[in-house]
């Protein structure tokens, strides 16, 4: 019976764990797209921050908006792409996950991709929803256990 209430005891921290509020960076050009996953985060309980390109995207990071995960789309205009966020964010010594997405997969340069080692995940953008949800409750978890919130509960 022990391990019958253990059991029921950490179910209910994982629960409780996936309704934690994550703040959220999703940056993609096409306002359609960016208002479709918006949409599905937010009806998961999430705050989502939008922003329109790679520029857009930096300046909210640096008015010391704080962010639990970012999404960003791979191609973007005018120039820059999505893993220049995620290189300013590693040469800034920022550590937040984050998820590239992409409706041209073998559009990235391979030595480019190879140089995101900390990447949280890459998605295929057409098919990739599911995944997002998936990976975005991942994080919920793991800043979840960071916090302590599991820790210490025998």
Do not use: C
Request: charged letters at 30%; a negative charge.
């Amino acid at each position: 019976m022990a391990d019958y209430e253990k059991q029921k005891k950490s179910n209910l921290k994982y629960d409780e764990a996936l309704e934690a509020t994550l703040r959220i960076l999703l940056v993609d050009d096409y306002p359609q797209i960016r208002e479709s996953i918006s949409n599905v985060l937010v009806a998961e309980g999430h705050e989502v921050i939008e922003a329109v390109n790679t520029e857009d995207a930096l300046e909210k990071i640096s008015n010391a908006h704080t962010f639990d995960v970012i999404i960003s789309d791979y191609n973007m205009p005018p120039g820059k792409n999505g893993s220049e966020i995620y290189f300013q964010l590693k040469k800034r010594g920022l550590r937040i996950p984050f998820i590239l997405f992409s409706g041209n997969i073998l559009g990235i340069p391979k030595e480019e991709f190879n140089k995101m080692d900390e990447l949280y995940a890459f998605l295929d953008k057409p098919n990739g929803i599911a995944a997002l949800v998936s990976y975005i409750q991942d994080i919920q978890i793991e800043k979840t256990e960071k916090s302590g919130f599991f820790h210490g509960d025998k």
